[in-house]
């Protein structure tokens, strides 16, 4: 089995040439005929009795060829894929069969290849990481936030003012006529939330729990309903509760309520958390300035199938995540108002970039030698089986070693060029 020929017809487009000798075809023959013997009645033999030679000579001699071309085409094609110059990024197609028989077998195809890229300047770009600094204003928010989790809601004898929550009852009326949706009970309303639409909660505030009272608006003129747009309203309303939220101190007791002797040891590991994401921030965008300088020297023309096998790709990463949520794609895209094309186009630049970026780093891997150990995937493929809680052997089996091979590279690629940046 063997490559014959493989010549360019297009860019990125490679006429190729397959064959297999006259007897690789005939064993895949013979593997056919061993796969449908049982099925098969001859006149004079048991059903599944009659050799192959009577088989053929009732049936015809090509009687097998379809299911052995189907046989062997998956090993011959692959090898020949395997020996090009340059990546198949697509499966085969225009396939013309030139010679099928006790001659042997000879394919003509066409095969996509990821394209000729040329870099730029890899080493030396100019990306400057961003220094990492955490102040006491944003120390005192993030205390703030935890504050907010430990507030408590008290009911409160007094007058509804800002900030307030109100547990209201109320219904409203347009033209003298209650409309549809406007009306609730014990719904808790926190005022100057702006939850309602404007003027509403401005009129609770004053009111005391038990009273009733009528509260006047006008609906925006680009209100959702277009029967409401516009339109004056009155809502009558109940208000049952006031309701104030009761912040706790930030002392020492916060601290000793989130798992800390002391508010200086919670503050400190507060500081650390924003320095931690700030660290991750700052590496993302030092990153992506340097993927951007990568992508913008870079000179190729990317096939089409290399964008949309990685929208492919992003798809099945995005509907996995949807059903770790006990989401399914379809269910997403009816209540998104989306579709699957308006999907894969929404996807298509940032699957884009990823195509090119890889191409990048695949070619610093080719340029600078960059290499990859097996104790280095052993230990990459150990990682995921403790990641995900599986044995070895099942990450082993469900992920190729070249495809961690590759992945490595890659990452080791881009750590070359982040070491060789100038500030």
Do not use: W
């Not at 009577?54 to 011959?76: C, H, Q, R, T, W």
């Not at 209201?168 to 939330?193: K, R, Y």
């Not at 070895?392 to 089996?397: A, E, M, T």
């Amino acid at each position: 089995m063997s490559l014959d020929s493989a010549k360019s017809v297009e860019k990125n487009v490679y006429e190729i040439t397959v064959s297999a000798t006259p007897e690789q075809f005939d064993a895949a023959c013979q593997k056919a005929y061993n796969k449908n013997k049982k099925g098969i009645t001859v006149p004079g033999f048991r059903k599944g009795k009659a050799t192959r030679k009577m088989v053929e000579k009732v049936y015809g001699e090509s009687v097998f060829y379809e299911d052995a071309l189907d046989i062997i085409y998956p090993e011959i094609v692959g090898e020949a894929i395997d020996s090009l110059e340059r990546k198949a990024v697509a499966a085969p197609y225009d396939l013309d069969v030139k010679k099928i028989g006790k001659e042997g077998l000879e394919l003509v195809m066409k095969v996509v290849v990821e394209p000729e890229v040329e870099l730029g300047e890899y080493k030396g770009i100019k990306a400057k990481k961003k220094a990492v600094r955490v102040g006491e204003k944003e120390i005192n928010e993030a205390l703030e936030k935890i504050q907010e989790r430990g507030a408590r809601i008290e009911a409160v004898e007094k007058a509804a003012e800002k900030d307030d929550i109100c547990d209201i009852a109320f219904e409203g009326f347009v033209d003298g006529e209650a409309f549809e949706g406007g009306q609730a009970d014990n719904f808790d309303l926190t005022l100057g939330s702006g939850q309602f639409i404007p003027g509403f909660e401005d009129q609770v505030i004053g009111h005391k729990a038990g009273e009733e009272f009528d509260v006047n608006v006008k609906f925006p003129e680009d209100y959702g309903a277009e029967n409401l747009a516009g339109k004056d309203a009155t809502f009558k309303v109940t208000l049952h509760e006031v309701k104030h939220k009761v912040l706790p101190e930030i002392d020492d007791d916060l601290a000793q309520d989130n798992g800390f002797d002391t508010l200086d040891e919670l503050k400190a590991d507060e500081k650390e958390k924003i320095k931690e994401n700030k660290k991750r921030e700052a590496e993302n965008d030092f990153e992506n300035a340097v993927i951007d300088a990568l992508i913008d020297g870079m000179k190729a023309e990317v096939p089409e199938q290399m964008i949309d096998a990685r929208v492919d790709e992003n798809i099945r990463q995005f509907e996995q995540n949807l059903q770790m949520q006990g989401l399914n794609l379809q269910t997403y895209l009816q209540y998104s108002g989306s579709d699957m094309s308006k999907l894969r186009e929404s996807l298509k630049p940032q699957s884009e970039r990823q195509v090119k970026i890889r191409l990048c780093l695949d070619k610093i891997v080719e340029l600078e030698n960059i290499e990859v150990t097996e104790e280095e995937i052993e230990a990459e493929m150990q990682k995921y089986a403790d990641m995900y809680k599986l044995e070895l052997d099942v990450i082993k089996n469900a992920i190729p070693a070249e495809e961690i091979k590759g992945d490595l590279a890659a990452e080791k690629a881009m750590q070359f060029v982040k070491d060789n940046c100038k500030a």
